[in-house]
């Protein structure tokens, strides 16, 4: 929870612990809160607002890299496991972030940071990155970037992916097929959403597209986003309409 779907950079203390409580009353699944600050004093105090919230519902926290040298993110990610005792989900996303890192610091970090139990990689090309850092860590590995890539970065060795999509659903069929060893059946699940998912991934717009999409489906009762993002493009709501159109057919027909 508290990702870029969930526009948390824009919720306040309060808010994010609203979100956090009606998670918890919804779902009994363990938790991983997303943390937006990059500066270990601000990522703290967002860690300790959630412990104080979920208690030992919450299983991690996903912090992102704040540097392009590995060094500083060692000592940053130190430094918030020694205050919090948090697990740490470590995400390399630069299109939120600002910033990038190679794969072979990534690798670096994890080693020196045993706290680390996970990484999220949105670093394109993801596949590659995937692909290293499975072979050489023992950690789990998701892929995000709304499913964009989740085909190629299974077969990479990724866990799976976390991230936003108006038809979650798929993403979930997808990965348990592959689980399960079926592979044409992954493909064959993800394939008829892909033209959803690129629909969705657009620049600038992405949040918004997704958000309408779920107001349209039942599942939100607004899509209004929160300023600096963008609203939903009124020209593309002939064109969503027919995306659902064709996907709710194609479930039909599966």
């Known amino acids: 929870m508290l990702g870029v779907f969930g526009e948390a950079s824009s919720l306040n203390a309060s808010e994010r612990a609203h979100v956090l409580r009606t998670v918890a009353e919804h779902s009994k ?10 500066a270990a004093g601000p990522a703290i105090a967002e860690i300790e607002n959630a412990q104080t919230t979920l208690g030992p519902r919450l299983r991690a926290v996903m912090v992102q890299v704040n540097s392009a040298r590995s060094q500083d993110v060692i000592e940053h990610l130190q ?3 020694a205050s919090s005792d948090a697990p740490i989900v470590l995400q390399d996303y630069p299109k939120s972030s600002g910033i990038t890192i190679s794969t072979s610091q990534m690798i670096t970090i994890t080693k020196h940071c045993p706290f680390v139990c996970a990484v999220k990689s949105e670093a394109p090309p993801t596949a590659v990155a995937i692909a290293r850092l499975t072979a050489n860590t023992d950690l789990s590995v998701f892929g995000g970037l709304g499913g964009q890539g989740l085909l190629d970065e299974l077969t990479a060795g990724s866990a799976g992916a976390m991230t936003g999509f108006s038809y979650p659903e798929a993403l979930v069929a997808c990965v348990s097929a592959w689980r399960r060893g079926d592979r ?9 959403y892909m033209p959803l998912i690129n629909f ?3 620049p600038g717009i992405a949040l918004a597209i997704r958000k309408e999409l779920f107001r349209r489906r039942g599942i939100f009762n607004d899509a209004a986003v929160r300023a600096p993002a ?6 593309l709501a002939e064109l969503a309409a027919a995306h659902l159109e064709h996907v709710e057919t194609e479930a039909v027909i599966r």
């Not at 699944?29 to 990059?38: M, N």
């Not at 044409?184 to 008829?192: F, I, M």
């Open 184 to 192: 044409d059946v992954a493909r064959a699940e993800l394939l008829p």
């Open 230 to 235: 963008a609203e939903f493009p009124p020209e």
């Open 200 to 202: 969705e991934q657009q």
């Open 29 to 38: 699944l363990a938790i991983v809160a997303g943390i937006t600050s990059i």
């Open 79 to 81: 430094s918030i496991h």
